[in-house]
Nanobody, 117 residues
Framework: QVQLVESGGGLVQPGGSLRLSCAAS????????MGWYRQVPGKQRELVAI???????TYGDSVKGRFTISRDNAKNTVDLQMNSLKPEDTAVYYC???????????WGQGTQVTVSS
C-alpha cells in the first residue's frame, strides 16, 4: 500500500515563496511518475508539475518559470518550490504518484496554499 504525506502549505503574500514536500511510503516502483496537482472549489483538479524517475519534467502552463519540481529517488520524496506566487495559485495542492507496474495511482490528502495580502 502506497501512502503519501504532504507538508509545507500555508499562507503567503503575493510575490512570496513556499516549498511543498511529499514523502511516499510503500512500493512506488523504480519507474514511477511523481508530481503535484491542485484544485479549487468548483473546478477540476489541474496539473501543476510532474517528474519521472529520470528527471523529465512537465509543468502546467500557469506555473512555468515560477515553480520547480524535484525528486529524491533514494528517499521517495518529491518537492515543489513555488516562487513569485500569485493569488490565483491559491488552491489545495495534492501529491500524486503513478506507478506503472503493478499499475496504481495514488494521491496525498492535500495541503492548502493561500496567497493573499
Amino acid at each position: 500500500q502506497v501512502q503519501l504525506v504532504e507538508s509545507g502549505g500555508g499562507l503567503v503574500q503575493p510575490g512570496g515563496s513556499l516549498r511543498l514536500s511529499c514523502a511516499a511510503s510503500g512500493n512506488i516502483g523504480s519507474s514511477s511518475v511523481m508530481g503535484w496537482y491542485r484544485q479549487v472549489p468548483g473546478k477540476q483538479r489541474e496539473l501543476v508539475a510532474i517528474i519521472t524517475n529520470i528527471g523529465t519534467t512537465t509543468y502546467g502552463d500557469s506555473v512555468k518559470g515560477r515553480f520547480t519540481i524535484s525528486r529524491d529517488n533514494a528517499k521517495n520524496t518529491v518537492d515543489l518550490q513555488m516562487n513569485s506566487l500569485k493569488p490565483e495559485d491559491t488552491a489545495v495542492y495534492y501529491c500524486y504518484v503513478l506507478r506503472p507496474s503493478p499499475l496504481g495511482a495514488y494521491w496525498g490528502q492535500g495541503t492548502q496554499v493561500t496567497v493573499s495580502s
